[in-house]
């Protein structure tokens, strides 16, 4: 035969006008800026046949903005789900903008490669991967947009590669 559940362990709940009810914590789940706790907390409700009943109202709240713990009581066996721990190459680097870029087309022949989320990037202009930004870029009349990142992007691919070489006419390079 199973086990029977344990039922889930008690926990202040503190209602939004300051009073204190003791709940019973069924989960805790991580958030990116906090922590919830799934809990029910007793209540009464009206039968068809006009008796009052006790029942749970459940609902997430804020920790520890709206929960306290019961003195002595073991939270362990909570079923508990937490965020995956960040990479460490996204502590470093922070938030992944879109990848990409976009051509911006203007009057004679102009243009401006612009990253997917610049501000002035033209709604609903298509993607370019790497290659076709570069190829862009290589245009005449064709900048870079300094105000996001595209330039700082691109700029170094088209131009780092050259840093002590020398272009000869046919288009090879040679130590300098």
């Known amino acids: 035969m199973g086990e029977t559940p344990h039922e889930p362990p008690p926990i202040t709940v503190v209602l939004p006008d300051g009073q204190e009810v003791t709940g019973r914590l069924q989960e805790r789940q991580q958030a ?49 789900t937490r965020l995956p721990p960040p990479s460490a190459e996204r502590e470093i680097l ?19 490669i612009r990253a997917v989320d610049c501000e002035e990037a033209p709604a609903g202009a298509p993607v370019l991967d790497l290659d076709k930004a570069l190829d862009a870029a290589e245009h005449p009349g064709t900048r870079l947009c300094s105000l996001c990142s595209a330039a700082a992007e691109l ?22």
């Not at 919830?36 to 029942?55: C, F, H, I």
């Not at 903008?97 to 401006?112: A, D, F, M, T």
């Not at 700029?155 to 300098?176: I, Q, Y």
């Open 155 to 176: 700029d170094p691919v088209l131009k780092g590669f050259e840093h002590g070489f020398g272009g000869t006419e046919n288009g090879s390079r040679e130590a300098t």
């Open 32 to 80: 990116p800026d906090a922590w919830l706790y799934k809990v029910a907390v007793p209540a009464w409700q009206n039968t068809p046949d006009g008796r009052v009943e006790p029942a749970w109202y459940v609902v997430w709240v804020k920790a520890p903005d709206h929960v306290k713990p019961v003195p002595g009581v073991s939270y362990d066996d909570v079923p508990t």
């Open 94 to 112: 922070g938030p992944r903008r879109p990848s990409g870029w976009v051509l911006q087309k203007l009057e004679r022949g102009r243009s401006i």
